[in-house]
């Protein structure tokens, strides 16, 4: 055989399987769906597909090439889907990024990369299990809240909740948020591009549960009185979804509290790492790699690192400058800001105010 022709066979052959690799290695790290929360919900609404094609739904759910087969095929299921997915996405990332504001690890996203994480997923640790949490919470919480709206056609309020005895208490009215719906179309959103039954597949699972339960955990009821002047004769509740902030608290306690496990593969489970750690419950975020300090600048990791970083003089705490900057102290730097100050009311309609001049000092790692 001539030798020259070898070379480019065997670089071809090098090629496939580095790209090959590559892809696995893709797949494997990333949940490319949070990439719709970084797609404007304006966008997903009036794409150019839409005016060339006479099923722009289909198009749009097909061009999203960041989904998996699961994951386009419910997409297809309401015109208005895709919107509200991306706008859990994003609720679910503005909460994580508002969690973690003063934390070392701030909850960093790139814009650009599919994997809007970042290296920060590779390892499987607490960050991977809070970002997992609150992604799934995010879509539930929106999905949820469009049912109650009407504006999917496929979902509605919770109906049967009106069964259930209130023992006289109040009669059921209003919109009750439809949990269970919410939950069983996020855990199949969300879980579509877990593999079960591997160390990442069972720990991400896991992780996008805990999220949904804190869901959960936030509803309450709500109830309006009805009757002459007060005497609220005739009470009418029904369940809501909290706040989103409330979920975002709730994981955010998780995640302090996380419980490290290690894969056992011949139980195919998530088992505690010591005989004496308790086991977690279904409510709890486990994850099973320790992660870095986040101190410094580390493309491996994810890491940022905290050079300057607003950090508070004052605190103890992980927001304080010596944990954020990591003993290597902080600079100051003083800003005079000017805002309106002693402001009289000029019958009628004048307010006239002073300007004041006050000193602010802020602290920023080195
Ligand atoms: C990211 O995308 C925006 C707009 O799409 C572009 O302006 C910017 O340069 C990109 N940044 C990087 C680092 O590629
Ligand atoms: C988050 O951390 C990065 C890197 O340390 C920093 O550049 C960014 O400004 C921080 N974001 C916020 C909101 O503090």
């Not at 919109?175 to 939950?183: L, P, R």
């Amino acid at each position: 055989m001539n030798p020259v022709e070898t070379v480019p066979k065997m670089w071809r052959v090098y090629v496939g399987i580095l790209l090959l690799t590559l892809c696995i290695v893709e797949k494997v790290h990333s949940n490319t769906w949070w990439y719709v929360g970084m797609v404007s919900s304006a966008q997903l609404q009036r794409g150019p597909d839409e005016v060339r094609s006479r099923d722009p739904r289909f198009l749009k759910c097909r061009s999203m090439t960041f989904l998996n087969t699961k994951q386009r095929d419910l997409c297809l299921k309401s015109r208005n889907l895709l919107p509200v997915i991306s706008n859990g996405a994003e609720i679910g990332l503005a909460e994580c990024k508002d969690q973690f504001s003063t934390r070392r690890w701030n909850c960093t996203t790139f814009p650009n990369a599919t994997n809007v994480f970042g290296k920060v997923l590779v390892r499987k640790g607490r960050e991977k299990a809070y970002i997992f949490a609150i992604s799934s919470s995010g879509v539930m919480f929106a999905v949820t809240r469009a049912c109650a709206k009407g504006v999917l056609g496929i979902c509605g309020c919770d109906t049967s909740i009106r069964k259930k005895d209130t023992e006289g208490d109040f009669k059921w009215g209003g919109c009750s948020h439809n949990i269970k719906y919410g939950d069983k179309f996020t855990k199949e959103w969300v879980d579509a591009q877990e593999v079960r039954l591997t160390k990442d597949g069972l720990m991400n699972t896991w992780n996008n549960e805990a999220g949904r339960k804190a869901i959960k955990a936030s509803t309450k009821l709500i109830c309006k009185c009805h009757g002459i002047s007060g005497s609220c004769s005739q009470k009418i509740c029904w369940r809501s979804m909290g706040n989103f902030k409330e979920v975002g608290s709730i994981l955010k306690e998780k995640f302090d509290g996380a419980s490290q496990v290690k894969f056992s593969k011949k139980k195919n489970r998530l088992l505690p790492i010591g005989k004496n750690q308790k086991k977690p419950t279904k409510k709890d975020l486990v994850y099973i790699d320790d992660s870095p300090d986040f101190c410094e600048y580390n493309p491996e990791t994810g890491s940022l690192g905290t050079k300057d970083r607003l950090c508070n003089k004052s605190s103890q705490g992980l927001d304080g400058c010596a944990l954020m900057c990591c003993g290597r102290g902080y600079h100051t730097i003083v800003r005079t800001v000017s805002e309106e100050c002693d402001c009289t009311f000029f019958w009628c309609c004048r307010v006239v105010c002073k300007k004041c001049q006050s000193r602010v000092e802020e602290h920023f790692c080195n």
